[in-house]
C-alpha cells in the first residue's frame, strides 16, 4: 500500500505487523474476495491485509486477506464513495407519467378556462 501522505499507518496498533502475518497466513496467502459472478472466491495470491468494513475495527472478524488488484479496487470504491456523499445533491425532474402529465395539462386548462370566466364576468 502507498503510504506516502497516509496517517492512516499511525493509526493502526503496534501489533499491526503481527495481525496482518496472521490473516494472510490464515487464507494460506489466498485471496478472500468473492467473486458475484461464480460465488467462489478469487484464490489469487494475497499480500494485503484488508479491514472488510472501514475504520479502526482491528479484530480478526472485521479482516480479510486480499490480492493486490482487489484491494485496490475496494479502496478505489470506498474513495469514491466517501468522495460523492460529500457533493452536494442535485434535485432532479421526476418524469411524469402520461397519466399524470395529461392531468397535469387538463388542470392547467381548467385554471385557465376559470380565470377567462372571472376576467369576462367583471
Not at 34 to 55: F, K, M, S
Request: charged share 30%; aromatic share 6%; glycine share 6%.
Amino acid at each position: 500500500m502507498a503510504w506516502a501522505g497516509s496517517y492512516r499507518r499511525a493509526r493502526l496498533p503496534g501489533n499491526w505487523d503481527g495481525i496482518r502475518a496472521q490473516v494472510l497466513m490464515s487464507a494460506d496467502y489466498s485471496c478472500e474476495w468473492v467473486r458475484t459472478d461464480t460465488g467462489l472466491r478469487c484464490g489469487r495470491y494475497a499480500n494485503q491485509c484488508d479491514h472488510i468494513i472501514a475504520g479502526d475495527d482491528h479484530s480478526r472478524e472485521n479482516l480479510q486477506a486480499l490480492c493486490e488488484w482487489h484491494h485496490a479496487r475496494k479502496s478505489a470504491t470506498e474513495g469514491a464513495r466517501a468522495t460523492n456523499s460529500k457533493r452536494p445533491k442535485r434535485e432532479r425532474a421526476v418524469k411524469l407519467t402520461p397519466f399524470e402529465a395529461r392531468a397535469q395539462a387538463q388542470h392547467a386548462r381548467a385554471a385557465i378556462e376559470q380565470r377567462e370566466r372571472i376576467d369576462n364576468s367583471t
